[in-house]
């Protein structure tokens, strides 16, 4: 069974920059990966998705501020996130798209705050 673990969130102020990463114990190949944020009080959200062919999925939210890509040679997810707002503060996690119960992992807190 493959774990996914998720690294690099953190405090920044607004307008700042993050990237997380997501690193998969086994081969992540052929799946769909997302990564996905619940903040407090609400509902778990996707926010970005990418194929195996790299082709990629934003809910408007986030487009053109944050940027998914795998690389599948090292069974890895990154998120770049620029132009944080503190509405982007939640639990990050990430997680095959659609998102599979055994998978979820810690995910890494991101706090956007001046």
């Known amino acids: 069974q493959v774990q996914l673990v998720e690294s690099g969130g953190g405090l920044v102020q607004p307008g700042g920059s993050l990237r997380l990463s997501c690193a998969a114990s086994g081969s992540i190949f052929g799946f769909i990966m997302g990564w996905y944020r619940q903040a407090p009080g609400k509902q778990r959200e996707l926010v970005a998705s990418i194929t195996s062919g790299g082709i990629t999925n934003y809910p408007d939210s986030v487009k053109g501020r944050f940027t998914i890509s795998r690389d599948n040679a090292k069974n890895t997810v990154y998120l770049q996130m620029n132009s944080l707002k503190p509405e982007d503060t939640a639990v990050y996690y990430c997680?095959?798209?659609?998102?599979?119960?055994?998978?979820w992992g810690q995910g890494t807190q991101v706090t956007v705050s001046s």
């Open positions: 997680n095959t798209n659609p998102p599979a119960m055994a998978y």
